[in-house]
């Protein structure tokens, strides 16, 4: 069993409209989670992380997380055709330095 | 400004050859991370090291060897036992510790095989 799983899509979604993103993962000692996005050909850069259970907003984003279900996902509102890209879930563990990456989520956004 | 380093962008290996790559950074980070990435797939451990003169292997390290002399460099040295070298090569730091802290890449290092 993978540490992350996320479907590899690709999503599309309409300009305007709410593109949802989706991330398990295995291990229940995992404590923090990370929501980086990657242009084709570029490095990933972080979007936003999320440690307590709950919603977490930053702009256009929100990041959930349930730790009983062992599920996290990212919320892009108003997504815009720069939001195209694909879209990597990252976990770590408590007190250890290594990092889990999901294969990325593929999105679409079409004017 | 503060960040990551990584060069060449794009380096050619042949058969046989041993190659490094360079990650810098000056963000006073103390802990940095070598990542492979083939097409279509995720980031893939190769070594990550928490402090100065000393690193870990990853999940895919065989083929690869690293040295942590100094904080601000890991460089990544891609030796002639690993078969298949053609990936994206990411560099990675973030400040360590136990709980809050975040990871933040370079921008790539693209090995092609002559």
């Known amino acids: 069993q993978k540490e992350v799983e996320q479907n590899s899509g690709p999503l599309s979604v309409p300009e305007g409209a709410i593109a949802s993103l989706n991330c398990t993962y295995s291990?229940?000692?995992?404590?923090?989670f990370f929501w980086y996005r990657q242009y084709s050909g570029k490095s990933p850069e972080l979007i936003m992380f999320?440690?307590?259970?709950g919603d977490k907003e930053d702009g256009r984003f929100t990041a959930q997380l349930n730790k009983a279900s062992q599920y996290v996902s990212l919320l892009i509102r108003d997504s815009q055709p720069s939001d195209s890209a694909t879209y990597l879930c990252?976990?770590?563990?408590?007190?250890?330095?290594?990092?889990?990456f999901g294969s990325g989520t593929k999105l679409n956004v079409k004017p | 400004d503060g960040g990551i380093t990584q060069s060449p962008k794009y380096l050619f290996r042949k058969e046989g050859q041993n190659v490094t790559l360079s990650c810098e950074q000056n963000?006073?980070?103390?802990?940095m991370y070598w990542y492979r990435q083939d097409p279509g797939q995720g980031l893939r451990l190769i070594y990550y090291?928490?402090?100065?003169?000393?690193?870990q292997k990853g999940d895919i390290a065989e083929g690869y060897s690293v040295s942590r002399e100094k904080k601000e460099s890991f460089p990544l040295t891609v030796t002639s036992a690993q078969k298949n070298p053609t990936a994206f090569y990411l560099c990675?730091?973030?400040?360590?510790?136990?709980?809050?802290?975040?990871?933040?890449f370079g921008p790539g290092t693209r090995l092609l095989v002559l």
């Open positions: 963000l006073n980070h103390d802990a």
């Open positions: 291990d229940r000692g995992s404590q923090s």
């Open positions: 990252a976990v770590r563990r408590y007190n250890f330095n290594k990092f889990y």
């Open positions: 990675a730091s973030s400040i360590g510790g136990p709980r809050e802290e975040t990871q933040y």
């Open positions: 999320i440690y307590s259970n």
């Open positions: 090291s928490q402090i100065v003169n000393d690193f």
